[in-house]
Every structure is written in C-alpha cells, then in structure tokens.
C-alpha cells in the first residue's frame, strides 16, 4: 500500500504537492510552447504527425522544461523589485520574527556575542530546526504550510509563463505583420489594411488573446498586496501568521533557544522541547 501511494504521488497533478507541482507546471508550460509552435510556425495538421517521434519528441521536452523551470526557485532567491511575489513571499516568513527579537536583544553575552545575523542565514536554520519538530500529519500546521508554499510557486509559474507566451506571440505576429507592411510598403497604409492582415491569423490571434486573458484572470484573482493580498497570497499570509503567533506564545522560551544555539545543554534542550511540545495550532 505504502508503495501504490509512493507511485500515485509521482505521477500527481496536484499542485499543493512537491511532485503535483513540478508534475503540472511542466505540462502545462510545455503545452503552451507546443501550442506556440505549433499556431506560429507549425501548419501541418496534428494528425499528421508521426505517433513514435512525436512521442519521443515530446517526453523530452517535457524532461527539459521541467529541469530549466525547477533548477532554481525564484520565490526564494530572487531580490529584483520585480515582479513583486517574491519580496511577498519572504516577507511572510516567520523566521524575520527570530532575527527582529535578536536585534531588540542588549545582553549578547548568552551568545559569546554572535547575534543572528541577516546575512548569516543562521535564523532561517533556527526557524527550520522548531518548523521541522511539528508533527507531521495530513491536516497538520506543518503540511498546510507546504501545500500553500507549493500552490504559490505553480501560481507564479504559471501567470508568468502566460505573460511570457502572450509577448512572444504579440512580438512573433507584430514581425509578420511589417514584413508584410514592407512587402507592400509603396501601398498607403490605413487601418482596414491592418486588419485585413491580422486577420490573416485568426489562429494566432486567439492564442495571444487566451493567454493575455489567463494571465489577468490569474494576476487579479492572487494580487500579492502587502496591506490587502487576495487568492494564494493571502492564504501564505494566514498559514504564517499561525507560525508567528506560537513564536510569539513562546516568546521567552525562544530567546532562551536562540541565544543558547550554539549550545546543546540542558537549557537548550528544554528551552527548544518546551517549543516543541506545544499544540500545533495557536489559541482561539
């Protein structure tokens, strides 16, 4: 049985799950690149296509989108102003709580002066070390917090991956379009002779317009607003705002816990098995 779950959650589409998550964001990145191809430089109908090579052709790709979108993962690591989910996402980590409460200590002698530091990325280990001690369960605190981190990331995959497909059909039809402006360029140019054009490509229209429409569907229905977020944003907010308050119930015992850190006495055990041993879910 245990095996029989082991192969379900391989093959998973769910995107509250590690593999749903890579599982769904690949195929439907790779779907749309298929469809692009297809709809901009593809006129050969699908049913033509040969069954095996399109097979092999396509299990490839689907390997190679699938390493390019998860070889590194922007939600954690990129510090641009834009696009603006990432700031969001780690502003909303409860570790902050454990470097601000270092920062507010005067005494650092508890620590032989070596307070957390931002760049040090030791509370962010602090964090993980009381994160990993809650149970974990199908309806814990600690497996909701994956499942709403992994519902973020396919949610910003996929509304950039649909920014990105509606520039490149946008940019692709644009060059089609002056190339056929300069084919004709001694003809005066007027808007019903731009239509006439485009309408050359009712295909490739709709493909831009589906996506440009998915990407603001997705973009005003999860708006990582610091003050107001909405959809999968706010949910990450919630989640961690439960982590904050039990930091925070346990306050005194978690200064006791950062301060002996580099330590494994009693103190520190039992500063950290006091943290460890409350109810997952805060107070009502």
Partial sequence: ?????????????????????????????????????????????????ETLPALILLVAALVIVRVLIFAADPLETLAWRWPPEPRFFRAHYPSKYLLERCRECADHSPCHDRPLGAHSREYIAVWYEIFDSIPQDSNSLRSRTYEKGFTCRFIFYMKYSFLLFYILGAGTLSSKVFAIFFEHRNLPVSWAFVWSVLLQS???????????LLWTAITGLNRPDA??????????RDINAQHLLRLKRDDDKLITLVCLRNSRDADHKSAFNQIK????????
Wanted: aromatic content about 12%; some cysteine; proline content about 6%.
């Fill in 202 to 212: 009712p295909r490739q229209l709709i493909y831009i317009a589906v996506n440009l």
């Fill in 1 to 49: 049985m245990e095996n029989s779950v082991d192969i379900a959650s391989i093959f998973s589409l769910n995107p509250a799950t590690k593999e749903g998550l890579k599982n769904a964001t690949s195929i439907g990145v790779l779907a749309n690149l298929a469809t692009f191809v297809w709809t901009f430089f593809f006129s050969q109908s699908i049913r033509d296509l």
């Fill in 277 to 284: 041993d409350r109810e997952t879910e805060p107070p009502e």
């Fill in 227 to 236: 003050k107001h977020p909405t959809g999968c944003w706010a949910m990450w």
